[in-house]
């Protein structure tokens, strides 16, 4: 079987993560969160005081970051690992939300991250979610999916994950931190959040999980399929 690149991009708290992490293993592929990997050098960042204008501290700190995703065995969960440690829950909270874009609009942190996970893309069959996915790191991606939602109903998803974990914050400040790290990620200069012209757009404001899970799957299982008989085409005319 051919295997594919799935990107799959689109504005915070879109259930992206979910969504990517579902289909992957609905096609038995590699699932990497990008924003995991953002949210680490945030952590990071502030914990060895860094200055995000000063390039020879984000070069130095840069150097010295390790990020890793282990399969949790009780869970099944994917999680974050910054140079070893178990970051997974540290990384979901509000004070990195708050640091998370300033951060990822660092060229020289893009640039970094960006060459890791093209790396991890190496042998195909991964799903991958972020902002720049189909238009930086894979823009060949066989199948590029931008999703979005109304920004109220994001917000109230955001709130149920958050409470979940024990974290009760207002609707009305997820809903700003949303619209802020919207905005920070569509204008940025360094690979601003956009759809690629090649994208399908998936509006999940009134799907059901199941429903766009499926959605996204069988797109990808029609272009596997496709990219197979044409790979067993060419081979037949060797
Ligand atoms: O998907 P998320 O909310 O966990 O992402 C956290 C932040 O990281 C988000 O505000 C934008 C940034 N990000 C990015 O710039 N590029 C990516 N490929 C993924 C995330």
Request: with cysteine.
């Amino acid at each position: 079987m051919y295997r594919i690149i799935v990107a799959i991009d689109g504005f915070s708290s879109c259930g992206k993560s979910t969504t990517a992490r579902k289909v992957a293993e609905n096609l038995g592929y590699a699932y990497v969160d990008t924003g995991a990997m953002y949210r680490a050098v945030t952590l990071y960042f502030l914990g060895h005081h860094v200055t995000p204008t000063n390039p020879k501290e984000v070069s130095a700190a840069l150097a010295g970051i390790s990020i890793t995703f282990r399969r949790n065995p009780h869970n099944q969960a994917n999680e974050t690992f910054l140079n070893g440690l178990n970051v997974e829950s540290e990384i979901r909270k509000m004070h990195i939300s708050e640091q998370v874009s300033q951060v990822s609009a660092i060229p020289e942190v893009r640039k970094a991250m960006v060459a890791q996970q093209q790396l991890m893309g190496r042998a195909k069959g991964l799903v991958m979610d972020g902002r720049d996915i189909g238009s930086v790191v894979f823009p060949k991606a066989e199948l590029k999916v931008f999703m979005t939602a109304d920004p109220l109903i994001r917000a109230q998803r955001r709130q149920a994950e958050l409470l979940a974990k024990g974290e009760m914050v207002e609707l009305q400040e997820i809903l700003e931190n949303l619209q802020k790290r919207d905005l920070l990620d569509t204008t940025r200069t360094e690979s601003p959040l956009v759809r690629a012209e090649d994208a399908i757009l998936l509006d999940n404001s009134f799907l059901t999980f199941g429903e766009q899970v499926d959605l996204v799957t069988g797109w990808a299982d029609t272009r596997i399929a496709r990219l197979s008989r044409l790979e067993e085409i060419h081979r037949k005319n060797l």
